[in-house]
């Protein structure tokens, strides 16, 4: 029979994270991963260049049932913590944009990163490598696993959520949560595109297909982002769309604003006031595309040149124009989803050591709990540091 200290299941972000510092404190340490590579969502984050932290990562820039949570472990390993790593390692990186650090070459320089780190620190990692059964005894754990059995003082639920089965995500967290009687709280896919039934709608989409609109406001439920977004075959995309899908609940008004930083009204007064013989299309290809402009005026408007509309409907161009509402059919669902918001409540979870407070020893870390980052880098560093602060007491 295998014995360690801490054993660790997923070899993803939070648990290579967990794995190398928790045996940099002298922990003898295994990790588990069913899948035959260590970090697949890693290589695949970020468009292949990781977007590893954000310069300004803050406590609300998650998403909880306990917006409290997160707090502890952000603060005791921030972005500047993860920044020192990248840079121990020369690893070449640059902000894109809104405090966004991308990798300058690939996103496997992260991954490195931290294999490197577990080696150093001794930390073994077996993929392949399936858990069939965990129970609690005296001393701690034993497992039975593809290695045989396995005892451990700690065990480290580190699984990750739902989104992308293709890259090795499972259920099994939110199972052994279950096992141990953690609450859930459910779960659906976040930071994923919507899609569209309206015939209208979905032919606008799909006609616009590949085209992205800079800086649109999307708001729902009380929350707003000012960032790209993108007409897809099958409905809406891009960062403001992926932001705005993690507040959205089916059936809820989405607002998008396409124009929000002119101040419409003036502008169409303008214009009909300098250039009244001009038509709405052509106008309106100044600020969209000219593509863009016919097809939103041959769906929402009537076509004429501008001297001839009255105040009213002008208004009515302004207000479309700024707060466009549609309602999602829904995502496309944790097939393309980047995060899954839900999971293990985290009421029943130590926010200074991440254990659970129903079970001594037992650890959940990264993405399993319900925490959830907006997009630019806050999913990982969430990973980071939670993976961090169970090392401390692991
Ligand atoms: P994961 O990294 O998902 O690791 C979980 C590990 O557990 C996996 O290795 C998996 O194989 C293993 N596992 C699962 N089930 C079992 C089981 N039954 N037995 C054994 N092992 C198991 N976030 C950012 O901050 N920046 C980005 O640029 C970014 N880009 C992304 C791009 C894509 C396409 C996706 C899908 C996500 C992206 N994310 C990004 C989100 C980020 O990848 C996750 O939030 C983060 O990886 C979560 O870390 P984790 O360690 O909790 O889970």
Not at 131 to 157: M, N, P, W
Not at 213 to 235: A, K, M
Not at 253 to 276: F, K, M, N, S
Request: include cysteine.
């Amino acid at each position: 029979m295998l014995q360690t200290d801490v054993l660790i299941i997923g070899a993803g972000a939070a648990g290579l994270m967990c794995a190398a510092t928790a045996a940099a404190r002298g922990r003898r340490v295994l990790v588990l991963d069913h899948a035959n590579k260590a970090g697949k969502k890693i290589l695949m984050s970020g468009g292949g260049r990781c977007n590893f932290t954000n310069l300004y990562c803050e406590p609300n820039n998650f998403l909880s049932g306990n917006p409290h949570f997160c707090k502890s472990a952000l603060a005791r390993f921030t972005q500047w913590d993860f920044i020192g790593l990248v840079a121990k390692h020369g690893v070449p990186y640059h902000e894109k944009k809104l405090g966004q650090l991308f990798c300058d070459n690939k996103s496997s320089d992260i991954l490195e990163l931290l294999l490197a780190e577990c080696a150093e620190a001794g930390a073994q990692i077996r993929l392949d490598t399936a858990v069939h059964s965990i129970e609690k005894t005296a001393g701690g754990f034993l497992l039975q696993s593809d290695l045989g059995e396995v005892a451990c003082q700690s065990l480290v639920i580190a699984t990750g959520g739902l989104s992308i089965p293709t890259l090795g995500a499972t259920g099994f967290g939110y199972q052994v949560a279950k096992q141990f009687g953690h609450e859930l709280l459910p779960t659906r896919a976040g930071l994923v595109p919507f899609t569209l039934t309206d015939p209208q709608l979905k032919t606008l989409c799909t006609e616009l297909s590949g085209t992205s609109v800079e800086d649109c406001r999307v708001s729902c439920n009380g929350q707003s982002f000012v960032e790209n977004i993108l007409f897809t075959h099958r409905g809406l995309s891009g960062p403001a769309i992926l932001q705005i899908s993690s507040y959205w609940q089916p059936g809820d008004t989405v607002h998008i604003d396409l124009l929000p930083h002119i101040d419409l009204p003036e502008w169409l007064a303008t214009q009909q006031h300098e250039r009244g013989n001009s038509e709405l299309k052509t106008l309106l290809a100044e600020l969209f595309t000219k593509k863009m402009a016919n097809l939103l005026v041959d769906s929402w408007f009537a076509n004429k040149p501008l001297k001839q509309y009255t105040p009213g409907e002008l208004k009515a161009i302004a207000e479309r124009l700024s707060d466009w509402q549609l309602v999602p059919a829904g995502t496309e669902g944790y097939r393309t989803a980047e995060v899954t918001l839900g999971g293990v409540n985290t009421d029943e979870v130590s926010s200074k050591t991440m254990e659970s407070l129903k079970v001594p020893g037992l650890y959940f870390i990264g993405e399993v709990l319900d925490v959830t980052g907006h997009l630019g880098g806050f999913n990982f560093q969430w990973a980071w540091a939670s993976g961090y602060a169970a090392a401390q007491y692991v």
